[in-house]
Structure formats: C-alpha cells, structure tokens
C-alpha cells in the first residue's frame, strides 16, 4: 500500500495512526485514520463521519479505542470528501457547510463539476477498505460498518448497497431517508442531478424497503437522541423504522430522552455499537 503515515500514537495498548495517499479513485490525495488493537485486528469497523467531519473528528472525540482494545476491533475511519485546491476552486464547493467539502454524501457524483473526484462510494468500496483489510488480514466476514449523521447514511446505503462486504452494521443519529429531507434534496440534486428516479438508489429507506429479504439477520442498531434538533426535519428514523418491518428486518432502534446530535451523544452510546459488530463478527463481546 502507498500510504504515508503522518502520525501515530499509543491508545489503550494499540497504536492510532493518520496516514494519507494518492487515491486513484478520487484522483486526488486523501487522508484517514485506522486504529489497530493491541495484539493485532480480530475485526475491522469502518466509520463513516458526519457533514463537516474530518478523518480525525470520531478519532478524538468518541473515546471508541478503549473498547475496540477490549474487543480486538481496528477502526478506520476515513474523510468526508475529497479537498484540497482543486475541489476548494469548483463552484459550490466551500459556500455552505452541508454540500461540497465535508460532505461528500458517501456516493459517485455524476454531475459536472462533482464527477471527477466526488466518487466517495468507489473510493470505499473499491480502493480504501480492500486496502485496509489486505493489510491486517480480515476479509468482509469480520468487517462492519457504522457512522453518525451523513456518515449514518453512508453506512446504510452502503451496506444495502453492498452486502456481500460486512457483516455487520449500525449508525447513530443517520440521515435515514434523504430524498425526502433538506440535506439529502440539495445533495442529491448536486451530485445526482434533479431526476428524481436516481435517488432511491442511494436513500437508505428505500434501498431496504426494496430487499427480498432481510439483509442482516444479526439485526441493525440505531440509536437516535430525542433532544436532536434535526431530528424531525432532517432525519426521519421512522421511515428506516417502517422500511424494516416491511421486509422483516430486525432494527435496535433505540430513543434516547435528552440527547441531542453531538458527540456526548455518541461517546455514550459507541461501546454498545462496537460490541454489537464484534458479536456479529463472531468475537467475544460482552
């Protein structure tokens, strides 16, 4: 792998590292965070960060190592979109906090000018975490996948969209229906164009009210605060929620009274999602 590492640090006996690459899919240099536990990865857990959020956001502040330690889990986590002058110079690109850089939505653009590097979906799936997991030895029956907010969408649609590569999945707080809330219209009518027949494919609720059959039969868990000011608006857990039962899909949709969108939240709640990939995984997690 053609990864340079930045930094590194001791966590809980295992070692945090940053590294960034020459990402051939996005065309551009790329940055990441991986954690690997002491005594080398039993799993691997990828999250997927929210609008704004950088590799090392959920890196600092969801206090996640600790546990991950405990369970043998590495994590990695990488950026929400692709940056630097050439994505920073396209229209758009910096003039909100909800589209452009930060917020690459986890999908392949396929408008102008967002096509070229925007291909957040193919960088994925295609390049960083095959790459990962040729690195520490784990195939897709140890690897889950999880992320709060945008990154919630991202790990949803990509797990309906591509459940042959984990096992395991959850999100916290997730943009669960976008083609129908403010955040997922205005990406979606950039990055996907204004005919509405293309978003499904990228709208969690929809992709799981499409399945045949329940994708995860070890259950999917989300959890959502009530005190979340997006949460009526933006969000809309109960679309996941009607989604799920409509083709017998077991959901840990967990309320919580007087949690808001932030990362007291999710340092709150992360250790249940970490033991939940691990016994998905097969690992002892208790």
Known sequence: MNFELMSEHGSFGGVQRFYRHASQQIGLPMRFALFVPPGGAKGLLVFLAGLTCTEETFTMKAGAQRRAAE?????????????????????GATE???????????????????????????????????Q????LGLDAARTGISGHSMGGHGALTLALRHP???????????????????????????????????WPAHDASALMASQSR???????????????????????PEALESACATVGQDLFLRRHDGYDHGYYFIATVIDDHLTHHARQMGLQGR
């Open 164 to 198: 042959e590569a984990f096992v395991s999945l959850s999100a916290i707080a997730p943009i669960a229906a976008p083609s129908r809330c403010p955040w997922g219209v205005k990406a979606f009518t950039g990055y996907l164009g204004e005919d509405r027949d293309a």
């Open 214 to 236: 329940a994708p995860f039969p070890g259950g999917v868990l989300v959890d959502q605060g009530l005190a979340d000011k997006f949460l009526v608006e933006q969000l809309y």
């Open 71 to 91: 369970l043998g889990l590495a994590l990695l986590m990488p950026d929400t979109s692709p940056r630097g002058e050439a994505v920073s110079a396209l229209p």
């Open 96 to 130: 909100s906090w909800d589209f452009g850089v930060g917020a690459g939505f986890y999908l392949d653009a396929t408008q102008a000018p967002w096509a070229r590097h925007f291909r957040m979906e193919s960088y994925l799936m295609k390049e960083l975490i095959p």
């Open 132 to 135: 990962v997991q040729a690195e």
